[in-house]
């Protein structure tokens, strides 16, 4: 036991070698905890936090009900089909999305909801079918309101990118962009579904559009390796 002299407490020898362990022993987790730290901030993507704030605004919710039934020729459809994605506000009255997610034969009717709250009609008024995207422009004479039209670029491969999305909540995953040829782009960071659509962004400039997440059977029915990332439609250059 130690004893308590003149303020001072003093152990024996053995005790003495036990505590200096252990206090060693603590500043050493301490030092490879703040190392561990310190290398996995480096592998985030450097997003500047306005940068950040302008990718979670950007997202719309996009709900759009549709009838691939002509009812001039089958008449009125017995249902109306309903189908949630993601979309990205590229200037004060158009947004990008997937073609898949808007695309409709009759009876088209898009609703979005911005990060605010507010709600919106559009229309679709351009669609690349080979590349599964389409561009929708608000119905009235309403903007957006987000200031200055999206900066664009070419996706860069083996670098930091994140993902903002709408659907099927708010919410930004970030990784690398893995692959890149001249029709689409392959992502790391988590994708899902409800994800369709959402603006693929690199150093805060607007470079695809998420289109599909990986599959997890392949055409034979066999289950693939999981994987968590996507793909995405670079659009550098699209409608601009």
Same mark, same amino acid.
């Given at each position: 036991?130690?004893?308590?002299?003149?303020?001072?407490?003093?152990?024996?020898?053995?005790?003495?070698?036990?505590?200096?362990?252990?206090?060693?022993?603590?500043?050493?987790?301490?030092?490879?905890?703040?190392?561990?730290?310190?290398?996995?901030?480096?592998?985030?993507?450097?997003?500047?936090?306005?940068?950040?704030?302008?990718?979670?605004?950007?997202?719309? @919710?996009?709900? @759009?009900?549709?009838?691939?039934?002509?009812?001039?020729?089958?008449?009125?459809?017995?249902?109306?089909?309903?189908?949630?994605?993601?979309?990205?506000?590229?200037?004060?009255?158009?947004?990008?999305?997937?073609?898949?997610?808007?695309?409709?034969?009759?009876?088209?009717?898009?609703?979005?909801?911005?990060?605010?709250?507010?709600?919106?009609?559009?229309?679709?008024?351009?669609?690349?079918?080979?590349?599964?995207?389409?561009?929708?422009?608000?119905?009235?004479?309403?903007?957006?309101?987000?200031?200055?039209?999206?900066?664009?670029?070419?996706?860069?491969?083996?670098?930091?990118?994140?993902?903002?999305?709408?659907?099927?909540?708010?919410?930004?995953?970030?990784?690398?962009?893995?692959?890149?040829?001249?029709?689409?782009?392959?992502?790391?960071?988590?994708?899902?579904?409800?994800?369709?659509?959402?603006?693929?962004?690199?150093?805060?400039?607007?470079?695809?559009?998420?289109?599909?997440?990986?599959?997890?059977?392949?055409?034979?029915?066999?289950?693939?390796?999981?994987?968590?990332?996507?793909?995405?439609?670079?659009?550098?250059?699209?409608?601009?």
């Amino acid at each position: 036991m130690g004893h308590l002299c003149g303020g001072a407490v003093k152990y024996p020898e053995s005790w003495q070698i036990v505590l200096d362990s252990a206090v060693w022993i603590i500043g050493a987790g301490l030092v490879c905890l703040g190392v561990w730290i310190v290398t996995g901030c480096a592998r985030l993507p450097n997003i500047p936090a306005t940068e950040r704030a302008d990718i979670s605004a950007a997202p719309l @919710s996009v709900d @759009s009900l549709c009838s691939n039934k002509d009812p001039f020729t089958t008449g009125f459809p017995d249902g109306i089909e309903s189908v949630q994605g993601s979309a990205v506000i590229v200037d004060d009255r158009h947004a990008l999305t997937a073609l898949h997610v808007v695309d409709c034969f009759a009876l088209h009717a898009v609703r979005v909801t911005m990060a605010n709250g507010r709600f919106l009609r559009m229309v679709v008024d351009k669609v690349d079918r080979e590349r599964d995207l389409a561009r929708m422009v608000i119905m009235s004479d309403e903007l957006f309101g987000l200031g200055a039209a999206v900066v664009r670029a070419m996706p860069a491969v083996d670098a930091p990118s994140c993902t903002a999305s709408a659907q099927p909540e708010r919410e930004i995953n970030c990784g690398r962009v893995e692959r890149v040829n001249h029709t689409f782009f392959e992502v790391s960071q988590r994708t899902r579904s409800g994800n369709s659509g959402s603006g693929v962004y690199q150093n805060g400039r607007l470079v695809g559009v998420l289109f599909a997440k990986h599959p997890t059977k392949d055409k034979t029915g066999k289950t693939l390796p999981e994987k968590v990332g996507g793909f995405a439609v670079p659009v550098k250059g699209v409608w601009e």
